[in-house]
T-cell receptor, first 112, second 115 residues
Framework: GQQVMQIPQYQHVQEGEDFTTYCNSSTTLSNIQWYKQRPGGHPVFLIQLVKSGEVKKQKRLTFQFGEAKKNSSLHITATQTTDVGTYFCAGRISGGSYIPTFGRGTSLIVHP | DTGVSQDPRHKITKRGQNVTFRCDPISEHNRLYWYRQTLGQGPEFLTYFQNEAQLEKSRLLSDRFSAERPKGSFSTLEIQRTEQGDSAMYLC?????????????FGPGTRLTVT
């Protein structure tokens, strides 16, 4: 079945350093979403990418969707302690189920 | 607060018992989803409703799991004859039909512990 792989599983950074998490699918995706889950909280939607090669920015966060629509990345510039949490990608397979498949997530730990 | 609500927030039960969880989606959302999440994993899809119709179920969902959304508003998820492997966070999410972003709004979850 379709798998969405996400790396790394954990990332420790010093406050102010950059952070990137990568998401890879075994099959072409129609779109990909990113969610953030704070410790003890629930996933909160960040963004959806649909077009091949699409890049979107939200303040210090930059989201990219690969040209082949099989991979995506989230980059955070100059991390802050408020960025702590687990970042999940969720991809919808082209021509397949409406339901997105979530990756395992990358837990970001920011040291002050 | 007009977000997604779930009840109870925590449930401890003994193996073999039945449990039922409730989800109240955002009122104008006609799509409702159930997920299960264990430590270190992403949300795992269980089932999906559009209004009162259950349109999709995960192949991983055993016969012990059943979900309903009788009037297209709130939904219940029942687990019969619980097993220790059912211990997890059960998340409900909702979305409107015509959502350009495909955003799902998650509730706070029900944490199930089977002893």
């Amino acid at each position: 079945g379709q798998q969405v792989m996400q790396i790394p599983q954990y990332q420790h950074v010093q406050e102010g350093e950059d952070f990137t998490t990568y998401c890879n699918s075994s099959t072409t995706l129609s779109n990909i979403q990113w969610y953030k889950q704070r410790p003890g909280g629930h996933p909160v939607f960040l963004i959806q990418l649909v077009k091949s090669g699409e890049v979107k920015k939200q303040k210090r966060l930059t989201f990219q969707f690969g040209e082949a629509k099989k991979n995506s990345s989230l980059h955070i510039t100059a991390t802050q302690t408020t960025d702590v949490g687990t970042y999940f990608c969720a991809g919808r397979i082209s021509g397949g189920s409406y339901i997105p498949t979530f990756g395992r997530g990358t837990s970001l730990i920011v040291h002050p | 607060d007009t977000g997604v609500s779930q009840d109870p927030r925590h449930k401890i039960t003994k193996r073999g018992q039945n449990v039922t969880f409730r989800c109240d989606p955002i009122s104008e959302h006609n799509r409702l989803y159930w997920y299960r999440q264990t430590l270190g994993q992403g949300p795992e899809f269980l089932t999906y409703f559009q209004n009162e119709a259950q349109l999709e179920k995960s192949r991983l969902l055993s016969d012990r799991f059943s979900a309903e959304r009788p009037k297209g508003s709130f939904s219940t998820l029942e687990i019969q004859r619980t097993e220790q492997g059912d211990s997890a966070m059960y998340l409900c999410a909702s979305s409107p039909t015509a959502s350009g972003t495909g955003e799902q709004y998650f509730g706070p979850g029900t944490r199930l512990t089977v002893t």
